[in-house]
């Protein structure tokens, strides 16, 4: 590392304690930035990467509710607008009670890398609250919704800020969230994305980010002349990332043999079928149950608890060719990453964001896996909340086919971004520098044109 680096990163330590998550997404990106910053002494000079980890704004807020005892509760809410330079702030509200400010400025600092690289014109943001959906009923899950829209209805807009779903926020969450914003500002605008159909959503919008994950792992293997078809996958996760990323590996001819979510995960020798994959489905996003009812339903899978006291995750032990982490920040460790090179895996593509600790991503790169980076391999999901954003904007809905072609150009694009920038920089096939230094060139030229802001 370069003293520039090593400086910025105790920098950044000093000043914003107890948010490891967000000094550890600096620090990778910082890292892959040092031939750029070298090449390029104009970004340091207008201190670009200095004004870049500082959000253009943070807003913390209350967000009072009434339970179904009727006690009221308090949560907070958080929104992270966190770089404007290429269009409005983009990106997801995250509830899930491990929700805190540092998590959410890792989110919304990757966000803006991502957001760049999809070609599309958005900025980077995220939010969020630390409340928990799981065992609410839907009345509780609509009071929340609608007090924490409350709030941040002052905040966003069309051409402001577009907030979406993630961990924790589906559709039903967008519709009370919608409803809601609707009801104070009396306008329908599209204000977030991932809409239902019925109302603004685009087709395509709740598979994109797990189907984007795949067509860039696809990308990955054609460099080495190999495809999706016969190929064995582990896949983490069985929200909405792990749902689709399994559909469309199904579809193009491979196998997954896991899925999990926070209990544990099972291992189903013989696929998750798409007859299966329709149970978890049902079993997710309607009876919102545990994946081990998979196992009960299946008895050929084998389920295995999440057992904390462990070094390694046992998921990342089994062999396969390709693995797909759809669940949350660092689900791969150092040993996860070893175990899946050891057992010979091709491609790892990162549904989740941030799911490989820095000692994981080394293993990875030290053993020359097709390694990609969540910032390019999950961008699928916000590219085509781009596209939700433009059709909005023409009032026109597009087809099916239209959305998902335009999504595998923009990760074909990504892709080639990815392996154009990692060359020529000088560190040919490495995605991380690649995605990093692609994500950042655009948003840094465009600081420099609009000055000191
Ligand atoms: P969902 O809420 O639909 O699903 C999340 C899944 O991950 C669940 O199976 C959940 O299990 C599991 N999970 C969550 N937190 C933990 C944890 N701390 N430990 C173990 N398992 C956990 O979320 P998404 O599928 O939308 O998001 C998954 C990942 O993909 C996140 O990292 C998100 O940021 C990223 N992502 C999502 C996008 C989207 O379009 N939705 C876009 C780009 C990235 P449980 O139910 O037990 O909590």
Known sequence: MSDYVNELLSEIKAKNPSEPEFHQAVQEVVESLDAVLERHPEYRAARI????????????????????????????????????AIGPYKGGLRFHPSVNLGILKFLAFEQVFKNSLTTLPMGGGKGGSDFDPKGKSDGEVMRFCQS???????????????????IGVGGREIGYLFGQYKKLRNEFTGILTGKGLNWGGSLIRP??????????????LATRSQSMDGKVCLVSGSGNVAQFTTEKINDLGGKVVTLSDSGGYIYDEEGISPEKLAFIMELKNVRRGRISAYAEQYPGAVYTPTDADR??????????DC????????????????????NGVLAVSEGANMPTTLAGVNVFLNAGVLYGPAKAANAGGVAVSGLEMAQNSQRLPWTREEVDQRL??????????????????????NYVNGANIGGFLKVADAMLDQGIV
């Open 148 to 166: 924490f829209m409350s709030e941040l209805q002052r905040h966003i807009g069309p051409n402001t800020d577009v907030p979406a779903g993630d």
């Open 323 to 342: 693995a797909f982490p759809s669940a949350t920040q660092n689900e791969i460790n150092e040993k996860d990453a070893q175990n899946l090179v050891d």
């Open 408 to 429: 595998q150009l923009i990760m074909r694009n990504i892709h080639e971004t990815c392996v154009e920038m990692a060359g020529r920089f000088g560190t040919p096939n």
């Open 207 to 220: 598979e994109a980010t797990g189907y984007g994950s795949v067509y860039f792992c696809c990308e990955m």
């Open 311 to 320: 070094d390694h995750n046992p998921l990342w032990s089994h062999k396969a």
């Open 49 to 84: 990467v200095e004004r870049m980890i500082e959000p253009e704004r943070v807003l913390m807020f209350r967000v009072p509710w009434v339970d179904d005892q009727g006690l009221v509760q308090v949560n907070r809410g958080f929104r992270i607008e966190m770089n404007s």
